[in-house]
């Protein structure tokens, strides 16, 4: 992640107090993580939809080819739910048969 | 809160938090992995739904990658200790 996570904390370390908060902390490290998530849910997802639902590129997004997107992304989001389950499932399993 | 001169519990607390939080966002990470290989695989042209077909698709492709990746694993390891490269 650009910048690291040195600056944005200086008022959650505590200031000249030095005592840190550790709860606001995590507060600020959650979003700016969920944040380059979405960026990278959706960078992928532009390029597989793209990739999909574009074919000769015209001179604007016809009706259909924006459909298309509309679906591609619901779909790619249901997809990762699948995948995100599945993989939760297999380290389960791992673990369990540790 | 802190002893004086004595570490502040704050940090191991911190350290605890820190380390859930990678190791969530390296499952996301790998999901993501996932995603790239196995989205190609499985769907055709999105619809208004995923069919199971496609579910089930998805779902094995994980398996099938992580068993994938334990085979190379295992196999090179071998090959290694065989003195090969």
């Known amino acids: 992640m650009e910048g690291g996570f040195g600056s944005e904390f200086g008022a959650a370390g505590g200031g000249a107090g030095g005592k840190l908060d550790p709860g606001l902390i995590m507060e600020q490290v959650k979003v700016q993580i969920a944040v380059a998530n979405a960026q990278e849910l959706l960078q992928r997802m532009t390029d597989k939809c793209f990739r999909k639902c574009i074919g000769k590129p015209g001179s604007s997004l016809d009706n259909s080819e924006q459909k298309c997107i509309a679906m591609c ?3 790619y989001m249901d997809a990762w739910n699948t995948v995100s389950r599945a993989y939760n499932s297999r380290l389960q399993r791992e673990r369990a048969n540790m | ?16 938090l820190v380390a859930a939080e990678e190791q969530r966002a390296q499952f996301t990470a790998q999901v993501h992995n996932f995603m790239d290989v ?33 085979s190379i694993t295992n196999r090179f390891a071998q090959i290694v200790q065989k003195g090969g490269h």
């Open chain 1, 73 to 75: 992304m619901d779909r």
């Open chain 2, 1 to 16: 809160m802190a002893e004086p001169g004595g570490p502040d519990p704050a940090v191991s607390e911190l350290q605890r």
């Open chain 2, 38 to 70: 196995c989205w190609d695989k499985c769907v055709d042209k999105p619809g208004s739904k995923l069919d199971s077909r496609t579910e089930s698709c998805l779902a094995s492709c994980v398996e099938r990658f992580i068993d994938t990746t334990l």
